[in-house]
């Protein structure tokens, strides 16, 4: 499940301009203070209840863009990169990652990031999937 980061990361660098810098939180390191940031976090996952043997994950991904506050075009950037992430994840299939078939993402909330004092402004957008682990007969 946390081996979809780098599959999110890849497909969010293929498609923001090179003016953004995306990072993983489990896959990426070094400083976190570029001008444009996107950070893609595992934030939580739920197990709706089956009576079927195994279970469906759907794990929540937080894609969160901050840009340096008291930049005059900080709005104009967080806005055309909040398009360009619902456009490259909402509908978009991983696919096979780690030998296991991942399901559409979908955009399930935006709210303000969790830091909003932090010398940055921002927006949070939380994408789900889903996927089926085998159980017990």
């Keep these: 499940m946390l081996a979809l980061e780098p599959a999110i990361v890849t497909r969010l660098r ?33 197990v709706p209840a089956s009576d079927v043997p195994g279970a469906l994950v759907r794990p929540f991904w937080a894609i969160t863009l ?18 360009l992430v619902v456009e490259a ?8 990652v780690a030998g296991r078939r991942w399901e559409r993402l979908q ?13 940055f402004v921002g927006i949070e957008l939380i994408f789900s999937t889903s996927a089926r682990f085998d159980g017990q007969p």
Excluded: C, I
């Excluded at 953004?20 to 739920?46: E, M, Q, Y």
């Design 89 to 96: 994840l909402q509908g978009w299939t991983p696919g096979q």
């Design 14 to 46: 293929g498609e923001l301009p090179g003016t953004w810098t995306v990072k993983g939180v489990f896959t990426d390191s070094g400083k976190r203070d570029p001008v444009l940031l996107v950070s893609v976090l595992f934030v939580d996952a739920n």
């Design 107 to 119: 955009l399930v909330s935006v709210k303000p990031p969790p830091y909003p004092d932090d010398g």
């Design 66 to 83: 901050m840009a340096k506050r008291g930049d005059p075009e900080a709005l104009v950037h967080l806005d055309s990169a909040f398009a």
